[in-house]
């Protein structure tokens, strides 16, 4: 999993995209269309902490 912002709960799931087999090229796409659409800031400094702390994501 990559997760994209610390101070969030979503994760993309790129382990499943290695075991199907997709190409560099089908994973780089995934990622740059993920990295495009992601927020250019945390605007959540009110919310609650995320799910999963820094030592559930290897951290």
């Known amino acids: 999993m990559v ?3 610390l101070l969030d709960d979503s994760e ?3 382990k499943s995209w290695l075991r199907l087999g997709a ?3 089908d994973i780089a796409e995934y ?3 993920n990295i495009l659409n992601k ?3 945390y ?3 009110n919310q609650e902490k995320p ?6 994501i290897g951290g």
């Open 31 to 33: 990622l740059q269309k």
């Open 3 to 5: 997760k994209p912002c």
């Open 23 to 25: 190409s560099k090229g």
């Open 51 to 56: 799910q999963r702390g820094m030592s559930g």
């Open 39 to 41: 927020p250019a800031r």
């Open 12 to 14: 993309w799931d790129i």
């Open 43 to 45: 605007l959540g400094v």
